[in-house]
């Protein structure tokens, strides 16, 4: 399984990071995890491609999370790919109905499915397993964690874990305990009172007794622009003694192999 990171910004972009973005692919099998402004760009310098996602699936609908939704659905329409999937929390739904009240010129262009899901079960999507857990945010957000298509594979051991937007806490390191990778919200330096997001000290501390390979630290508003030693530091530091990295655009994770550039 390889993991691409889109987008690593924040509801307050800087040149070199878009909004949230995660691309997962598998062989033939792709998906998008949220689609904040800016990963259409960032998609279309993957081998994959807007053209090769079919199925995106939302952590919560937050504008830097789903901007890019429409644009999306409108580039695969022109490009004459005529399906798209998009799966998400509570809300999902009407999310994307309301979107297409305003621009009704796309509705029936694609055929589209709209799909919710919920921390009480375990699912599938694109052929990912995945599980689900509730997040500490200022709007209901899911984490996610994925196991490679298996037909099978119990998805709570899965090597990918997506933390959503969300602060540190313990269940959330919990349900990350095991994973190979970790991308973790990690908003702001230490030193800058925040609620809903985490900072380097707060996560460092939340994932003391957590297994996790490595940690990649993303969502990061422009605050952290020069901050990224200390930040990484400050987790480890907090207690973390897995390998910690600020994540960049473009960066690329095969899993459970090393990273690479």
Not at 70 to 94: F, I, N, Q
């Amino acid at each position: 399984m390889r993991l691409t990171v889109l987008g690593t910004g924040s509801a307050m972009p800087v040149p070199d990071r878009v909004q949230a973005g995660y691309l997962l692919d598998d062989g033939d099998r792709s998906l998008l995890v949220d689609c904040g402004s800016g990963v259409l760009q960032r998609l279309a310098d993957t081998d994959t491609g807007y053209e090769g996602v079919s199925t995106v699936l939302l952590t919560h609908h937050h504008l830097d999370h789903v901007a890019a939704l429409l644009p999306l659905m409108k580039a695969r329409w022109l490009a004459g790919h005529d399906h798209l999937e998009v799966v998400g929390p509570d809300g999902t739904k009407s999310l994307v109905h309301g979107l297409l009240d305003v621009h009704e010129y796309l509705d029936g262009r694609l055929d589209l499915s709209l799909r919710e899901v919920s921390p009480s079960r375990s699912f599938s999507v694109a052929g990912f397993d995945v599980a689900a857990r509730e997040t500490r945010h200022s709007m209901p957000c899911l984490a996610y964690r994925f196991s490679p298509p298996s037909g099978g594979t119990d998805p709570t051991a899965g090597p990918l874990t997506l933390s959503g937007d969300s602060e540190a806490f313990g269940g959330l390191a919990n349900f990350a305990d095991g994973s190979d990778v970790l991308v973790h919200d990690c908003s702001f330096p230490d030193g800058i009172d925040v609620s809903n997001h985490p900072t380097p000290t707060s996560l460092g501390e939340s994932l003391s007794d957590a297994d996790v390979g490595t940690l990649l630290l993303s969502h990061l508003y422009p605050q952290t622009g020069g901050q990224e030693s200390g930040m990484t530091e400050s987790v480890r530091a907090a207690g973390f003694d897995g390998e910690v990295r600020v994540a960049s655009d473009g960066v690329q994770v095969r899993i459970p192999s090393n990273m690479s550039e």
